[in-house]
């Protein structure tokens, strides 16, 4: 029996968020020749690039929910369009990146369907007895699997970003667009008059171009850096390595940097590819949010710093010295 894979996207300013493309990767992952992958896209104004960045062999429908109403993200109205999506298109697995966004859905469509939900996936392992998901526990020093209920539909799912390979645009079959028009998708959205919040304006502050919960290369300061300038060096690095700036929840208390920049366990969870933790000690909570990283370089004048246990690779010395030492080589390597 073919299932239907539901992919709901998620739009970071004009552009689908890097996520978008894992999840679809993590579908595919999962399907069978027979099943079908489909896709919902929510906003206002959908740029047609964006759409038509969808068109990849495999995806068998696009549907887009377009209104004024989804010009910012909130939970209940978000939710109104994947609910009237999912009663559409009744798929048997649902798939949401572990943002923000997918940490307040997931859960809402599993209560609503009654149906099981798995979050924060990090690897998926299909076989003839089915498919398993690991995730993390207990601030990422554990790992456990689990499997679905055999009576469980739709399978409600949560991939953490940076861990499955995205799915690439091929020449091919081009997905079937359902058109925002539709009286019969619209008319399954929640009325405006219905809704008990309404966003009216989102003030957003970034640490650069590079956003960093998607960022392959994270330079992070901690109390080390001393004040706020003490980040420029970070940013410089940042720009050369076209990568994001964070900070430990210490630089974001002393007042260094805004906590939009803060990564933790009450902060951002990231799995860059490269993490720099500048001027960081390395406490637990921090850990929690920087420790599956695939390479963790440290850089700290204690040597006996706690961050050192985590680091591949480790440097003793001023970061206010190192940094910019780094900074001169990368760009004439890169250059």
């Known amino acids: 029996m073919s299932r239907t894979y539901a992919v709901i996207a998620e739009i970071r300013g004009t552009r689908l968020h890097q996520v978008t493309f894992e999840a679809l990767g993590a579908a595919a992952q999962m399907a069978k020749p027979d099943d079908r992958i489909i896709v919902l896209v929510i906003g206002y104004q959908l740029a047609e690039d964006t759409i038509q960045s969808l068109k990849i062999r495999g995806i068998a429908q696009v549907s887009c929910a377009d209104d004024e109403r989804y010009r910012y993200y909130e939970a209940e109205t978000y939710f109104s369009a994947l609910q009237a999506f999912t009663e559409q298109q009744s798929p048997d697995v649902v798939l949401l990146g572990h943002t923000a966004m997918g940490r307040d859905l997931a859960p809402m469509l599993a209560a609503q369907l009654h149906t099981g939900h798995i979050s924060d996936v990090v690897s998926i392992q299909s076989d003839a007895a089915g498919s398993t998901f690991l995730r993390p526990v207990y601030a990422g020093k ?146 929690a949010g920087m420790g599956q990283s695939r390479t963790i370089v440290a850089i700290n004048i204690d040597p006996y710093a706690p961050i050192f246990k985590v680091a591949n690779y480790a440097i003793v010395g001023d970061l206010f010295e190192v940094v910019p030492l780094l900074t001169e080589q990368f760009r004439k390597l890169l250059s």
């Open 142 to 287: 554990a790992f456990e699997t689990k499997r679905f209920a055999n009576q469980a539909r739709p399978w409600i799912i949560t991939i953490r970003p940076n861990y499955f390979s995205p799915i690439t645009q091929q020449a091919g079959m081009l997905p079937a667009y359902q058109s925002v028009n539709d009286p019969q998708f619209i008319s399954l959205l929640a009325p405006a008059s219905s809704l008990r919040t309404v966003v009216h304006e989102v003030v957003t502050r970034m640490s650069g171009s590079v956003n960093l919960s998607e960022a392959k290369i994270i330079i992070s300061g901690g109390r080390g850096v001393k004040s706020p300038a003490g980040f420029k060096p970070l940013e410089q690095l940042a720009r050369v390595l076209n990568g994001a700036v964070g900070a430990s929840r210490g630089a974001c208390d002393a007042g260094y940097c805004d906590y939009s920049l803060q990564i933790g366990q009450t902060g951002k969870v990231v799995t860059p590819e490269i993490y720099f933790a500048c001027g960081i000690s390395g406490a637990i909570q921090h850990i």
